[in-house]
Every structure is written in structure tokens, then in C-alpha cells.
């Protein structure tokens, strides 16, 4: 608040996933060990989470999540079970803040640094990816992910 006060513009963080809930259904389909967290399908190129190195699984010819991404289990020591965990957290966080995401990836619990950034003003992304927004303009961001309307 002070500093909306004072005139200034508030900056939200960005990770730059997108990801999805882990369920029951997911874990089984992707043999993931757990049912809680967020499930990395695509990490935006030039993002705070390329920079950490997360994985992202990406999606198969039927757009569906693909085995091999990393799952988001905890944000420094936050259990994260779902993706409102994660959004809520971030959202308490400024740019050039750091994080810590403990991951579950290839069967290992492992620990990933990552320095947040300022959302930019214009996210370049690649639909050959399976990333959006596309043409159609039905794809629209919220906290770190990114979302499509059918």
C-alpha cells in the first residue's frame, strides 16, 4: 500500500509455467509418486523457471500432459497442493525475490532455486510448443499460469 500511496506501479512476480492440478487420474496416467501439486506441462522460454531449470512435460498429439515434467510439491517449505497454493503464495512475493520449489523429478525430491521477475509487458511465446496465447486470442493469463477458454 505505501507504495501505491506514493504513486508507484506494483509489479506482480512471474515464474512463467504452465501447469495443472495433480489428481488421482494424473498421477496414474503420468506415474507421478504423489496426487498434490503442480504438474509442469511447458515452461516459457526466457522465464524465471527456464532460468532454474524446471522441466516441463509438455503435450502429447491429443493435447494431453505428457510424462517427465517436473511436479511442484512445496514453495519455500509452503505445501503446495494445488495450483491456487501456488498462485496465493507468489502473490505475496515482489519481483527480484527468491524462492525455493522443492520438486519431485525422475522419482527424486530436489530443491530449485528461482529469482521471480516482473511479468513483462509482452510475453513471446511459441504455439509450435504447445504454449498460448494463439491467433484466436482465447488464451489469457492469471498469477503465473496460463489458461485458454474453449
Do not use: C
Amino acid at each position: 500500500m505505501p507504495e501505491l500511496l506514493k504513486g508507484s506501479t506494483i509489479k506482480n512476480p512471474w515464474l512463467g509455467i504452465q501447469g495443472l492440478p495433480a489428481t488421482k487420474d494424473l498421477a496414474v496416467k503420468l506415474k507421478l509418486p504423489v496426487e498434490k501439486g503442480v504438474y509442469v506441462i511447458s515452461v516459457y522460454p526466457g522465464s524465471p523457471a527456464e532460468k532454474a531449470g524446471l522441466v516441463g512435460g509438455g503435450k502429447d498429439d491429443s493435447n494431453e500432459p505428457k510424462e517427465g515434467g517436473d511436479l511442484v510439491t512445496a514453495i519455500d517449505s509452503t505445501k503446495v497442493t494445488a495450483v491456487q497454493d501456488l498462485i496465493t503464495y507468489l502473490n505475496g512475493k515482489s519481483p527480484g525475490e527468491k524462492v525455493a520449489l522443492t520438486v519431485l523429478r525422475a522419482g527424486q525430491t530436489i530443491t530449485v532455486p528461482v529469482e521471480l521477475e516482473a511479468w513483462p509487458d509482452k510475453l513471446v511465446v511459441s504455439n509450435e510448443s504447445g504454449q498460448f496465447p494463439d491467433e484466436d486470442g482465447s488464451g489469457f493469463d492469471f498469477g503465473p499460469f496460463h489458461f485458454r477458454v474453449k
